[in-house]
């Protein structure tokens, strides 16, 4: 519980509301690191989704979701997130459409 607190007070700074913000960061971290780029940013862009919706903050769930699939667009629970999140929206076609792709992939 505290640390999910930590983490929605750090949501609330401008560098995390303006997601670019840490680009310099994520990439002296990888390249640094040997970690795959993309499949670890795909699961931090999950995971901050899941904490924008923790805040009700749908609309932000939905980029950093889409974000996700971008960088790692065979990662399921991404997709079956962002169609959570578009169904709170009321947009059941995407929701649809997101929930089947992420059956598909699991």
């Given at each position: 519980?505290?640390?999910?607190?930590?983490?929605?007070?750090?949501?609330?700074?401008?560098?995390?509301?303006?997601?670019?913000?840490?680009?310099?960061?994520?990439?002296?971290?990888?390249?640094?690191?040997?970690?795959?780029?993309?499949?670890?940013?795909?699961?931090?862009?999950?995971?901050?989704?899941?904490?924008?919706?923790?805040?009700?903050?749908?609309?932000?769930?939905?980029?950093?979701?889409?974000?996700?699939?971008?960088?790692?667009?065979?990662?399921?629970?991404?997709?079956?997130?962002?169609?959570?999140?578009?169904?709170?929206?009321?947009?059941?076609?995407?929701?649809?459409?997101d929930i089947s792709m992420s059956f598909e992939l699991?």
């Open positions: 519980p505290k640390n999910v607190m930590n983490l929605f007070d750090l949501l609330d700074q401008p560098a995390a509301n303006g997601l670019s913000e840490v680009q310099d960061q994520e990439d002296y971290y990888f390249e640094n690191s040997g970690l795959d780029k993309d499949k670890t940013l795909a699961l931090y862009y999950s995971n901050l989704g899941l904490a924008w919706m923790e805040k009700k903050e749908v609309e932000r769930a939905i980029n950093c979701f889409t974000k996700s699939i971008e960088l790692n667009p065979e990662l399921a629970h991404a997709f079956y997130y962002r169609g959570m999140a578009y169904d709170k929206l009321g947009d059941k076609e995407k929701s649809f459409d699991s």
